[in-house]
């Protein structure tokens, strides 16, 4: 949770000026992922106690654009181009970058093309199975629903982050597809036996309910699926805070609370 205690700005800024001091090169392929798939925590939090106490921020603005910028996966396809994607907007609106934010911005909608299908699904995603075949497999789609959501969580963050910089994509052609891949994925959460994958996998799935980015997604798309999830509780994949920092719009309100 946010606070304004300084001793925890403090503490945060001792741990980003660590990883700047100390990171100095991303060799291996697993190590860029884990750089797309975490930095963002790092920037946001950055970008709260920026300013507090005094904190001297520029090693880590050059630890963004020297050993983490490189790294991007944005041109990557499916989730991993997504979270680039979310590194390279939450990088820019932080490092106030407006070339590189509209680069990222573009990447974002020819991405939401590529992932989501005319059914609303993403088939790439949902075929994620939970061994080594990635998508086929004895347990085709296990993983499935949990690489839906996976794939929507830097989708929606990046979303929110563009809308905070006056560049906003909730009403393109790229966030209508986000919202029908939301439609999706808020049905197969509430219902997950009706996800294709279900009775394949003897009704077990991996990561159904980690949603916490339906509580950001419904302040731009009404959703009474996500609505009846939310209510419901026990919702996962929430490192971002965004049922602490979103509370859901009213049910049944149909007002984009939040929308720019």
Not at 70 to 97: C, E, F
Not at 135 to 141: A, F, M, Q
Not at 149 to 155: S, V
Not at 206 to 216: K, T
Request: glycine residues 8%; neutral net charge; charged residues 15%.
């Amino acid at each position: 949770m946010l606070t304004a205690d300084p001793r925890f700005a403090a503490t945060a800024q001792r741990i980003l000026d660590a990883w700047a001091g100390t990171l100095r090169q991303v060799a291996t392929p697993q190590g860029k992922a884990d750089v797309n798939f975490n930095l963002p925590y790092m920037i946001m939090a950055a970008s709260w106690v920026r300013g507090v106490g005094g904190w001297h921020s520029a090693p880590f603005d050059q630890f963004l654009r020297t050993t983490v910028l490189p790294v991007s996966q944005a041109a990557n396809p499916r989730n991993h181009g997504l979270w680039g994607v979310l590194l390279d907007a939450s990088a820019a609106a932080y490092l106030g970058d407006a070339p590189r934010l509209r680069t990222a911005r573009e990447r974002w909608q020819i991405l939401m093309r590529g992932e989501v299908a005319a059914d609303s699904s993403l088939p790439e995603e949902m075929q994620r199975s939970g061994t080594t075949n990635w998508r086929s497999g004895p347990d085709k789609g296990f993983k499935g629903l949990a690489y839906t959501h996976y794939a929507l969580l830097p989708a929606s963050l990046a979303a929110k982050i563009f809308a905070d910089q006056q560049q906003p994509v909730w009403r393109t052609p790229g966030g209508q597809l986000l919202q029908a891949a939301f439609d999706r994925a808020a049905a197969w959460t509430l219902h997950p036996d009706t996800f294709p994958y279900f009775a394949s996998n003897g009704g077990h799935l991996e990561g159904v309910r980690n949603a916490a980015y339906f509580a950001l997604l419904l302040h731009y798309y009404p959703n009474q699926d996500a609505e009846a999830v939310l209510r419901q509780g026990d919702v996962g994949m929430n490192g971002f805070q965004l049922l602490e920092l979103f509370a859901p719009a009213p049910a049944g309100s149909g007002a984009p609370v939040l929308a720019r």
